[in-house]
């Protein structure tokens, strides 16, 4: 049957018809909806988790892959780096069932730190890299991804971006065959590393690449579509974006596409250069393609012109479009590929809308509480990775440093040693606590640290779209298993001042922080309070005009979105409401009350 | 082909504007794509989603001055997108805007009011729809999508019209959600 597929739906489904059978995975934008789109499909013989973080994800579909079974692990690009060090043992080791190691790549960026490029990781690891130009090749893709994985007994990257994960198209999706007999783990000395077996396994690998580029010139996928002269070499979703730009035009162009970036097809890359008389190469990300003919080039003794972002014909950063590649072309070849469009110049100025931290959502209460709390002292607040990130916006202004999952907490201690006389915090979200922050606290601990961790609680891993993790006693299979209490490990690694509180009491929470400011060694606070995009609350605040001064003070304080003034009085949009009171806490007249008490008291 | 870009907040239930619009080309037998904006964004920043159908769709990602179609959730999301718009596209636009943090925290008077005016000054096809009045009588805030789709689908754009749109509702809203639906669907395509 026919569906609207998003492209990590399509990845999804294409893994389930391949007869996967264990897929792990930490969310991340834009991955995220591969491991959920398994789990809501589930023919009923997959095992599904959201494994603590990357590198357990990693390893566990590793375990599953030696017995025989078909595994998936799946991750956004910074994620990788986290997995990477199995990933670079397993390499060396190998697999017996297919795995694939599903990377979602985020050129621009648009909801990542970073703009790294995971064909790289391809190379340095010295497995394959799949990187599909759309959802529907995507689906098909992720099966050959399996066959190669297993006819090679390697485990292989399967690359996507942003414009293909998060894009729909319609898709065909047949029926799931019946599941293959596996032949089980079998004990032997190959699934041990050590230096002897690297060593050997290494002659193997470094065989193994020109035996896959060999095999890769004949894959279906890379292809050199048209006869023209001007060569266009592209991959991914930079092939989607040329096709349109040439439309009407193809005759001219000579467009090899390459679907497999890392081992790099290197016969086919050599016809095609021997058919045109200069390249220009669309890549987002890293030149990776471009720097691939150069390096053909020059092994063959071939000159030709190639022109691409070491030439900075191309740009280096951020996305690419079809209206990009158009004028590009234009520029450099004099053609009239690209489309003239108005620019509106006198159009009214539009205000800046960054994204910012839902109304009500107990984030701002804690970020808020911890500044009143030190308000005239020197304090520095580490943040990190999740919603709360976005404490940085003004005028909450708590995010001093950001750098990756669970660093707030490892920063303040550097911090700290390098300059005591400041009180350090490090904000830390309960999902990104588990993935990667506990290995912080033992450490700040261990050295004997000055801090002050604050555990922002709100019972889910909000940013990617609420997944669940340890602390929630829920699994990705439906089942119920034990919470694991945030409170509980602290008190394991040996904190004695360890506070649980509802950031949405305001006055318990600044003197909780002024408290723990005023000891020293590792203190928690674990500010407690649910997401407010799951736990919605029906009940909303209303402002009595009447009391109103007008100070604007909460909107100033707090940022809240639901807050806005008119004519010198405070409002509260009642749909983006969600009753938290916290403005009610700051206002001077409190007068801020339930939406339905103050229109009874009218 | 026909493109449709559609904009506004996150939250304001454009990603399901832009999957409706998308099972109805496809029921027509058109091939579809969509590209979302999904993550980071969402959190009350600016939202965009391109719909793209036909015979033949290469690319999900609407060049500038491509759309035949732009509806606009929120005013001045449309008049930031506007460079989307082809030449005599069509423009359905929200009438009610949506203070940015940013405007009420800076003091600086930001109005829905100056991108209408400009917006009809300057676009010919320009459909100002009162999404809050058909919104309060369906009795959600959450229909504001499906009555613009509605009012797109009445000024026969994109080539799909407001029974093409009824047809596909089943499938992408909650039955509970469908009545209501429903009737925003016909409001916004009362809309002149």
Not at chain 1, 406 to 418: E, R, V
Not at chain 1, 582 to 588: H, I
Not at chain 2, 61 to 70: C, E, L, Q
Request: glycine content about 10%; overall charge neutral.
């Amino acid at each position: 049957m026919t569906e609207l597929l998003m492209g990590n739906e399509a990845i999804a489904l294409g893994a389930i018809k391949a007869g996967v059978r264990v897929v792990s995975g930490y969310p991340g934008t834009p991955s995220t909806e591969v491991l959920e789109t398994i789990a809501r499909r589930n023919p009923g013989n997959i095992y599904v988790e959201w494994s603590v973080n990357e590198k357990a994800g990693l390893e566990v579909a590793a375990g599953a892959a030696y017995t025989g079974v078909r595994s998936l692990v799946t991750m956004k690009q910074v994620g990788l780096n986290v997995a990477s060090d199995p990933l670079m043992s397993l390499n060396y080791i190998g697999i017996k069932g297919g795995m694939v190691v599903f990377v979602a790549d985020d050129p621009g960026p648009i909801s990542s730190q970073t703009e790294q490029d995971t064909r790289h990781f391809g190379k340095f690891a010295k497995i394959p890299v799949f990187d599909p130009s759309s959802p529907e090749e995507a689906y098909e893709m992720i099966g050959e991804a399996f066959e190669y994985s297993e006819k090679y007994g390697t485990p292989v990257l399967f690359r996507a971006t942003t414009r293909v994960c998060h894009a729909c198209v319609s898709i065909e999706v047949s029926e799931v065959p019946e599941p293959k007999p596996v032949e089980g783990f079998i004990k032997d000395n190959k699934w041990v590393i050590f230096p002897r077996l690297s060593y050997q396994n290494k002659i193997k690998i470094e065989a193994r690449e020109g035996l896959l580029s060999e095999d890769f010139s004949g894959y279906q996928r890379n292809e050199l579509i048209g006869t023209g002269r001007i060569g266009i070499a592209c991959g991914g979703i930079s092939y989607a974006y040329v096709a349109e730009a040439l439309e009407g035009h193809e005759d001219i162009f000579t467009v090899m596409k390459i679907a497999t970036p890392f081992p790099f097809p290197e016969r086919l890359a050599a016809r095609f250069i021997h058919q045109v008389d200069q390249i220009i190469a669309f890549e987002e990300l890293d030149s990776v393609i471009e720097d691939a003919l150069i390096y053909i080039c020059g092994k063959n003794k071939l000159t030709i012109d190639i022109l691409g972002k070491r030439t900075s014909t191309v740009p280096n950063a951020g996305e690419l479009s079809s209206m990009i590649i158009a004028e590009i072309l234009d520029k450099t070849f004099g053609f009239q590929l690209s489309v003239p469009y108005s620019q509106y110049p006198d159009r009214p100025l539009t205000m800046v809308r960054p994204p910012v931290l839902c109304a009500g959502c107990p984030h701002r209460a804690s970020f808020y509480a911890v500044k009143q709390a030190m308000k005239g002292g020197k304090a520095v607040f580490c943040g990190d990775i999740g919603c709360y990130t976005l404490g940085n916006a003004a005028p909450l202004d708590m995010v001093d440093t950001c750098l990756c999952m669970g660093a707030g907490i490892t920063i303040a201690q550097g911090l700290w040693h390098a300059e005591k006389d400041s009180v350090n915090f490090a904000f830390v979200g309960d999902s990104t606590f588990f993935a990667s922050g506990i290995t912080g606290v033992i450490n700040a601990v261990y050295n004997q640290t000055d801090m002050i961790l604050i555990v922002l609680d709100n019972a889910t891993t909000a940013m990617t779209g609420h997944q669940p993790h340890p602390g929630i006693g829920k699994t990705m299979m439906g089942e119920i298993s034990q919470k694991i209490g945030i409170r509980a490990i602290l008190e394991a690694i040996g904190l004695s001042y360890i506070k649980e509180l509802d950031p949405l009491d305001l006055k318990k929470s600044i003197e909780t922080v002024r408290e723990a400011a005023l000891l020293g060694g590792v203190r928690a606070i674990i500010y407690k309070s649910p997401c407010v995009a799951i736990m919605k609350n029906e009940k909303h605040k209303s402002v009595n005009k009447d009391k109103c001064i007008g100070c604007k003070k909460c909107m100033k304080e707090l940022g809240c979105p639901a807050i806005s003034f008119h004519a010198g009085k405070a409002e509260i949009e009642r749909g983006l409401c969600n009753g938290c009171g916290l403005c009610n806490q700051v206002c001077p007249t409190a007068c801020i009350t339930d939406a339905d008490s103050t229109e009874v008291a009218k | 082909m026909k493109s449709c870009l559609i904009c506004g907040v996150g939250g304001q239930g454009i990603v399901l504007a832009s999957r409706i619009i998308a099972a109805a080309a496809i029921e027509k037998g058109y091939m579809a794509r969509t590209a979302e904006t999904i993550g980071m964004a969402q959190r009350g920043g600016c939202v965009v989603s391109h719909v793209r159908f036909g015979d033949k769709v290469s690319s999900p990602m609407i060049p500038f001055g491509k759309a035949d179609v732009m509806i606009g959730f929120e005013p001045g999301e449309i008049v930031r997108n506007l460079h989307y718009l082809k030449k005599d596209g069509v423009v359905i636009v929200c009438k009610k805007d949506i203070q940015p943090v940013t405007a009420s925290l800076s003091g600086t008077d930001y109005t829905g009011k100056v991108m209408l005016e400009y917006l009809k000054k300057n676009i010919t096809k320009c459909y100002i729809i009162d999404g809050e009045k058909i919104c309060e009588e369906c009795g959600s805030p959450k229909v504001l999508n499906v009555a613009l789709v509605g009012a797109m689908a009445k000024c026969q754009a994109l080539d799909l019209t407001v029974s093409d749109i009824d047809k596909v509702l089943k499938q992408k809203i909650k039955p509970q959600f469908l009545g209501m639906n429903r009737k925003a669907l016909e409001l916004g395509a009362q809309c002149e």
